[in-house]
């Protein structure tokens, strides 16, 4: 509207009304890429079918760098801290877990003189909003600017420095995100990693030991970053069988038994206490000398009818026994997620590695499959929405250039410059380092609009100096390029260097932004 409306009313006001002929900057600058562009246009002229077989070619290889370039969801944010996670045995206890805190957090911080601080928080709060076992704490790592690292460069280099530090303290296992891309995971797919390997199958003994193996292969991969199996089992549980048969010789009953076991460990009511008009309940108990080891269930009295007793393990098989520590489920089938932290590559590239590699070497029965979740979901959801939204935009782009010239050849021949223009950002990728990823995608876009634009402002050109009586077509595209490299330059210069701040950008956040501008 601006442009139709306000502009010209401007330029009507303001715009000096004197025509002259002097030379200016810009004529100076047009006139430098004219002597460069003429040589090469009309070399193309000359060689028509081997520059338009050049660049078909060129097209072909650029899209076979395309697609072994790999892909993300969106750049991974240096976000300055670092998170990690300790990862202790199950029915490891609250105080253990505190204890094992600090000696991590003594150490890192001696040995690390990039940490400023370090925060962890174990198990779940009062409103459960992060549910977390007391054998797994969360730590925030406090780092000072990364100009002043000196144990490494990278953060990737700095998690393995860490892992390196803490590996001689046995029992423990360890996970590194970061402290914002952690907790998006984790609300995205319910897993704090990365990758989200979801096993989905009935038996839990066989879906850990699935997943342990797959563990074995995966850390074997070019990579990754961290691995971890979640800890579905593994919860020590002295479980009681009962004989039946040596209970019936000495007369007892399942209940009888199983009120002295609850009495003994866990405390049963044996009058009322009252204080003033408060009243408690008397709890009784064995002394904590007695409450310690398998032993002391195997050895436990039962009294029978006679006034004789008998030990426990008498009447029943007394053993301890690794039990659930939980059952995931997802869609009502049972499951263990295997969490994947990618490292020096992008996540499409490391989860087809995971993927060729679990296909070729585990074997599952009928039932169990694998699942891959995490930033790779999102990848694929987002690239299933682009593969709609864009064909229809570019076939809405076809239709206006039809209604603007009339001709299905000349919508057809600026069209083509809308493929031919990604030839430019997929090198820029290629050359950065960078993988294709939403926000690459998005830049794309961008390019293939200047693009079109350029091609309209030519094949416009064009057809004027045809209905001016220019019948000669070799004439045209030279008068045409000669005039309209100007604008065709300010277009494409606009759009490059509006997108230049955020290529070059190296404040937070900027690695969102950079892919936007793929050329």
């Known amino acids: 509207m601006l442009s139709l409306t306000y502009v010209p009313m401007m330029t009507a006001l303001f715009l000096n009304k004197n025509i002259t002929n002097k ?87 001696d040995e690390f003189p990039e940490i400023e601080d370090i925060v962890t928080n174990i198990g779940a709060a009062e409103i459960p909003t992060d549910p977390m076992p007391v054998e797994i704490g969360d730590y925030v790592i406090v780092m000072k600017p990364k100009e002043e690292w000196t144990s490494a460069s990278t953060r990737q280099g700095m998690f393995e420095k860490i892992e390196e530090s803490l590996s001689d303290i046995p029992g423990v296992g360890y996970e590194f995100s970061q402290p914002i891309q952690l907790r998006f995971n984790e609300l995205m797919t319910g897993s704090k990693a990365d990758i989200a390997i979801k096993l989905f199958g009935q038996d ?46 000495y007369g007892l009953q399942v209940k009888e038994v199983n009120q002295v076991v609850r009495a003994a460990f866990a405390g049963e009511s044996a009058g009322t206490v009252y204080e003033g008009e408060r009243r408690f309940d008397l709890v009784v108990r064995l002394d904590e000398t007695y409450r310690k080891d398998l032993g002391n269930v195997q050895n436990l009295y039962i009294t029978l009818e006679n006034g004789t007793q008998v030990p426990l393990q008498a009447v029943a098989d007394v053993e301890l026994i690794d039990a659930p520590m939980q059952i995931s489920r997802e869609n009502t089938n049972r499951r263990i997620v295997i969490g994947v932290n990618v490292g020096d590559t992008d996540v499409e590239t490391l989860v087809e590695k995971i993927q060729t590699a679990l296909d070729a070497k585990i074997e ?20 299933a929405r682009l593969m709609i939204a864009v064909p229809l935009a570019l076939a809405l782009i076809f239709v206006l250039l039809f209604f603007t010239f009339g001709s299905v050849s000349q919508a057809a021949l600026i069209f083509t410059a809308i493929p031919l223009s990604a030839i430019g950002g997929i090198w820029a990728l290629e050359l950065r380092g960078m993988p294709f990823s939403i926000s690459a995608g998005i830049g794309f876009i961008a390019l293939f609009g200047v693009a079109v634009l350029n091609g309209i402002v030519l094949i416009g ?6 209905e001016e009586g220019m019948a000669n077509i070799r004439e045209r595209i030279i008068k045409g390029t000669s005039v309209r490299l100007r604008p065709v330059l300010m277009t494409a210069s606009v759009a490059s260097l509006g997108f230049l701040p955020m290529a070059l950008s190296t404040s937070g956040g900027a690695e969102v932004q950079r892919p936007w501008r793929p050329s």
């Not at 990690?84 to 805190?101: A, C, D, H, R």
């Not at 694998?370 to 930033?375: M, V, W």
């Open 23 to 109: 030379k200016t900057i810009a004529d100076r600058i047009i006139a430098f890429n004219q002597w460069l562009y003429t040589p090469v246009l009309h070399l193309a002229l000359r060689f028509k079918a081997a520059f338009v077989l050049a660049t078909v070619a060129l097209f072909a290889i650029s899209l076979f760098v395309f697609s072994r370039m790999g892909g993300e969801f969106i750049p991974t944010l240096e976000e300055g801290d670092l998170a990690m996670q300790q990862i202790l045995p199950p029915g490891t206890s609250l105080s253990q877990s505190i204890e094992m805190s600090k000696i991590i957090q003594n150490k890192l911080m």
């Open 461 to 466: 050109y064009f057809n004027q100096l045809k």
């Open 204 to 249: 839990l003994d066989l879906l850990y030991s699935k997943a342990k193996e797959a563990e074995k292969l995966i850390t074997k991969i070019g990579g990754v970053g961290t691995v971890n199996v979640e800890q579905t089992i593994g919860m020590p549980q002295i479980v009681i069988n009962f004989k039946y048969d040596k209970m019936a010789q």
């Open 364 to 383: 599952l029965p009928s039932g169990y499959y694998f699942t891959y979740g995490g930033q790779f979901e999102n990848l694929k959801a987002a690239n």
